[in-house]
């Protein structure tokens, strides 16, 4: 088919009007969805049941090389404009960031088109208010690509799983941190383990908001929003970074049967991004390298847990396509599309209760430890074959440090131990050696 023509599905739909698209950004995300729309167009009008064609492509630079399957009169440096356009009737926004796609994104709904948008960061900052501007208006707002890449966590909250009460939400939502850790289980040392993930393309040349926990942070605010409805932001979430993580961190669990992941959860008012002891054999413990894990735990449903790539430009690219299709129809329908639900308030995400695996630097400073947590009234229990210490309630870094800093004892680490909910009161006699015991329930989903 000539490019210049619209896509049609059938011959019904040839009399009516195409839908007009107007694209924001052709860089790795946007390249890969002007790819798909214009080669596989036929078939995203055949499964959308509705004719389009794309009106233009909004870039920064017209001097800068583009792909050669796009013509380039498509291009256009003019992006209000193009928003602007009374027949585009979808905007599809690839261009990351706050300011310049959170304007274009503003300006789109208030003018009543529908926006499809792979940014977590704006969503994750601005989706509560974005979700009621598009409720206002009356179109939809999608955003499946935002989290998760390829795997469909948006659409399965918001479709198979919008009758459902969601008790939690989350697990491994950051390729760069998961592709780091599992480096630094191999032996690599942190340093060798970014740089890796820098060459091989998966980590930025600034990366530190994948290191922070920040752009899991982003993720875990907007599936907090669609699990429990509630306006939260990536401010009200707390996280710690992967930074402090060292092979001494990575050795323990190595020898306890757990690994170390950047565990990313929420539940109702409760979350928890930080670097966290899982044990091997649980689905948050078994993605490698850039995989993403993502599970909900749901009151009748149970646990659904979806694995998968959790970026790059094919997977993303097919998410935002997979939205088109969604909002096309929708559109063919003469319905809303997307997302525009309003939400309830929000407010800073209590820390997730965890217990902590206290390491210390030797085996003479673990009773020492263990005696200066009980005096500040956190019990514990020392850990057979390594120099640790794990608390038999969930308790936070900052009382442990400071309880250990009255004894003049400083920790190495004090990261949270998963146990999936709910759990069962442990023993009071409670070792945890070189093979792990958790009960059964406490292990697996």
Not at 61 to 75: E, I
Not at 148 to 159: N, S
Not at 287 to 299: E, L, S
Request: with cysteine; aromatic share 4%; glycine share 12%.
């Amino acid at each position: 088919m000539s490019l210049s023509q619209p896509a049609h599905a059938n011959r019904t739909d040839l009399e009516r009007p195409p839908v007009k698209i107007a694209l924001l950004g052709c860089g790795t995300v946007g390249a890969g969805v002007a790819q798909l729309l214009l080669q596989q167009a036929d078939a995203i009008a055949a499964k959308a049941g509705r004719s389009f064609a794309l009106a233009g492509i909004a870039v920064r630079s017209a001097d800068k090389p583009r792909p050669t399957f796009v013509p380039p009169w498509l291009f256009t440096t003019a992006a209000s404009a193009l928003v602007d356009d009374p027949d585009v009737g979808l905007v599809i926004e690839c261009i990351g960031g706050l300011s310049t796609a959170g304007e274009l994104v503003e300006r789109a709904l208030s003018r009543g088109k529908h926006v499809v948008t792979a940014n977590k960061d704006l969503l994750a900052t601005y989706g509560p208010a974005l979700r009621s501007l598009a409720a206002a208006r009356g179109v939809g707002i999608a955003y499946e690509a935002a989290v998760g890449g390829a795997i469909p966590i948006v659409r399965t909250l918001t479709g198979a799983l919008a009758g459902e009460r969601i008790i939690e939400v989350g697990g491994v939502l950051n390729g760069t941190t998961n592709f780091i850790l599992d480096a630094m289980s191999k032996g690599a040392a942190y340093a060798d383990a970014l740089g890796q993930a820098q060459r091989d393309g998966y980590a930025e040349a600034d990366p530190s908001s994948d290191t922070s926990g920040l752009d899991a942070a982003h993720k875990l605010a907007i599936l907090s929003q669609l699990a429990f409805a509630r306006a939260v932001t990536t401010g009200d979430v707390p996280r710690v970074g992967i930074e402090s993580v060292t092979r001494d961190d990575v050795s323990l669990a190595r020898r306890l049967g757990l690994t170390l992941k950047l565990i990313a959860v929420a539940r109702d008012g409760e979350a928890t991004v930080a670097p966290t002891y899982v044990p091997r054999e649980h689905p948050f413990g078994t993605p490698a390298g850039v995989h993403n894990c993502i599970r909900v735990v749901g009151a009748t449903a149970g646990t659904l847990t979806f694995a998968g790539a959790g970026a790059g430009r094919e997977p993303t690219a097919s998410a935002v396509i997979a939205d088109v299709i969604a909002t096309l129809a929708a559109i063919g329908r003469g319905a809303g599309a997307g997302d525009g639900e309003q939400l309830r308030p929000g407010a800073t995400l209590k820390a997730l209760p965890l217990r902590r695996l206290v390491r210390v630097s030797s085996f003479r400073d673990a009773r020492p430890a263990l005696d200066a947590l009980a005096h500040a009234g956190i019990a514990g229990d020392l850990v057979d074959g390594a120099p640790a210490v794990l608390t038999r309630s969930p308790a936070d870094t900052q009382g442990i440090g400071a309880a250990l800093a009255a004894r003049d004892i400083v920790p190495e680490s004090a990261f949270g131990l998963w146990e999936d909910v709910p759990a069962r009161p442990l023993p009071q006699a409670f070792s945890l050696g070189s093979d792990i015991s958790l009960p059964a329930t406490e292990r697996n989903s």
